[in-house]
């Protein structure tokens, strides 16, 4: 493919690969817009970092002189490292050419960085998604009342079924909180909470629960299960804003999520989003994935990059790296000749490039891996920690309707 069929395919399908290098680019509103028919996301609410002022805009946005000055006096002197951290600069060391090689690989591709701020800003107005008084789902199911707490769930009736003269809306209600929730397949619902309006995509479950409710999501029949499993935990860490953008759980915790009992008989494969902190490495590599029975996992990047194609940082920054990390393994691999699966082998790290949206929110991750996913196809899938919903996927966790708030679409 030259670079215009690589750009044609960023349109169409959300990915670009770039020659050169294990590396793509992705467009997440693409990406996720594949699971509405009447909606689409707006690109300058999904991106709104990109255009907030500075404070919200945090990475990616350049900071005022003035602020610059006060940084400058405030910096700390550089301390030397200690062991723990010397480990984790040279595990850095290790991943920089190949994360320099892709980035180098985007500021050659010339169509697509002319591509990326139109990409990011879209036809629509930017939607006031700082100041709109939002549902809070992690106060609302920790509070008493979440039992009682339903939405309204509006659908359109299949053209077949609508009798002249009749209403081609359909309602229901159904329990937020501490249940599934479904959505059929033919057409995207629309959900009524609390006098705000709430997408919801064709083919999508979704459960919110606390944590102490996970085991609900096991299926009932321990012949089906996910193919793919995507995990995002609320790791503890020191960071105060990400404190303030959702609750943390203790990293322990983590060993009693049901991943073996989900995974589906033929296999699944295993994405964990973690974070750079050695210490949590470590925690993840002896300890949490041994015992959800993944071996051998394989690092993938994901690059975050600011729409004129430079990184949201620099590189080498040690508390502050523009890049995030997923560890990719597959689960119930030992069955492969038993379920008829392939499991492809994870062949050497690559890089994923995109412009990141909401804080700690990360791209879509289906597309650019289903070469990978084993079992049978269409795969089922499930996010664990889940701020958004999609066709096809099981999105569980204390917001799952975060994302699916009516401000960040609009109808085509
Ligand atoms: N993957 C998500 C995205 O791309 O937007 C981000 C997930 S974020 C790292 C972790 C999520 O876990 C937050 O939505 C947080 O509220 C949720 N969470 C924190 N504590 C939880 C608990 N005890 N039970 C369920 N979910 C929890």
Known sequence: MDASDELRSLEATGIYRLAGSPAAFVDP????????RRFRLVPSAYYSRSFGPSRQGGEGTAPSPDRKKRKRKRQPKPRELNA?????????????????????????????LEFLPGMIKGDECLPNVETSSENNFVELGASWRAPFYEMTICFQKPLGQVKAGTCNVQK?????????????????????????????????CFMMTDFTHVRDLIPDNPNIGYNLIVIDPPWENGCVRQKEVYPTL?????????????????????VLWITNREKLRRFVEEELLPSWGVKDPTEFYWL???????????????????????????????????????FKVLQGSQVIMSVPGAHSRKPPLQKILSEYIPGPKPPRCIELFARELGSGWTSWGNEPLHFQDSMYFSKK
Do not use: M, W
């Open 29 to 36: 509103v693409r990406l996720l817009g594949e699971s509405y």
């Open 304 to 342: 975050k990059v600011k729409s004129d194609g430079s990184l949201i940082g620099d590189l080498d920054l040690f508390h502050h790296r523009p890049y995030e990390c997923l560890l990719l393994g597959y689960i119930n691999v030992n069955r492969e000749a038993e379920s008829g699966s392939k």
């Open 84 to 112: 723990v951290e010397r480990i984790a600069e040279a595990r850095h060391q290790e991943a920089r050419p190949l994360l320099i090689r892709a980035h180098n690989s985007l500021l050659e591709t010339k169509d697509l």
């Open 250 to 270: 203790p990293n322990r915790n983590l060993l009693y999520l049901p991943v073996q009992e989900l995974a589906h008989p033929a296999g699944a494969l295993l």
């Open 172 to 204: 229901r209600s159904s329990p937020l909180f501490n249940r599934i929730v479904s959505v059929e397949e033919n057409d995207e619902a629309e959900g009524e909470f609390q006098s705000r309006l709430y997408i919801l995509p064709k083919g999508s």
